[in-house]
């Protein structure tokens, strides 16, 4: 495997273009970028910072945008940091690319202290786009299913759907909404036993408001991404 320091410091990313603003950042800051002398556009990601270089970030986008040369990624010992921003940048390299995050949490204590206080609303079924929540629920979820619940039960009783006490139907739809996390999913290696959450699809903004995607997106073949085994973000 091709090592990142030895990457860091080839010609590439040395060599200078003239009369033309060819970089940003620099090697010191989490996000920095280049268009070498031989036609190759490098990106060099130490961190998903997503409060630190995001107008660089933006820089990047737009200096790559100039040009139609294959884009190089380097992650030298990346350290991990916001998984938003890890999307974004795949989306703003790709924007044909389907980076969303589909994923699952370890149903603890931790976790459900976690949910319950912070909340999950940027974490939707991916089914219904129905926000997921836990807890407390007083949010247009509950007015939806307060409102159209009873579509769901046999006939008799979703013709008296409207005219039930409202404390049933509440509890009802409480237990309904918390389902992705109170019915856990089960995974099994060997001995090792794993109890999960039901798949949630996480929903993201830019960055930086305002920020644009590549007009001038590459094809898969177009992008290499060089890493090494430190890398958490990989």
């Known amino acids: 495997m ?21 970089e940003y950042g620099n090697l010191n800051n989490d996000i920095y970028c280049k268009v070498s002398g031989n036609n190759i556009n490098t990106l060099v990601i130490k961190r ?18 100039s040009n139609d040369y294959p884009i190089q990624v380097i992650l030298p010992e990346n350290d991990g940091g916001n998984q938003i921003l890890g999307i974004w940048i795949q989306k703003l390299l790709a924007p044909n690319y389907d980076a969303d995050l589909i ?3 370890r149903k603890s204590d931790n ?7 912070e909340g999950g609303i940027d974490y939707v079924d991916p089914k219904t786009c129905m926000e997921r929540m836990l807890g407390d629920i007083k949010t247009k979820e509950m007015a939806s299913c307060l409102r159209t619940a009873g ?3 046999p006939y008799l009783i979703r013709k008296s759907w409207p005219y039930l006490p409202l404390i049933f139907k509440e ?22 036993k794993h109890v999960i959450t039901q798949p949630s699809r996480l929903i993201t903004e830019p960055p930086l ?16 991404v060089y890493t090494d085994s430190y890398c958490y973000s990989a």
């Open 209 to 224: 408001e305002g920020m644009k995607l590549m007009k001038h997106p590459r094809n898969p073949t177009e992008i290499v």
């Open 103 to 105: 994923s699952s949490a």
């Open 171 to 192: 509890s009802y739809c409480t237990r309904k909404l918390e389902e992705w996390y109170r019915k856990p999913t089960t995974i099994k290696y060997g001995n090792v």
């Open 111 to 117: 976790t459900e202290e976690i949910i319950t206080k």
């Open 48 to 65: 998903f910072n997503v409060f630190n270089n995001m107008q660089v970030l933006q820089n990047c986008v737009e200096l790559f945008d």
């Open 2 to 22: 091709v090592q990142d320091k030895n990457l860091l410091k080839t010609k590439e990313i040395d060599s200078d273009i003239d009369d033309l603003k060819n």
């Open 151 to 153: 579509e769901y039960f």
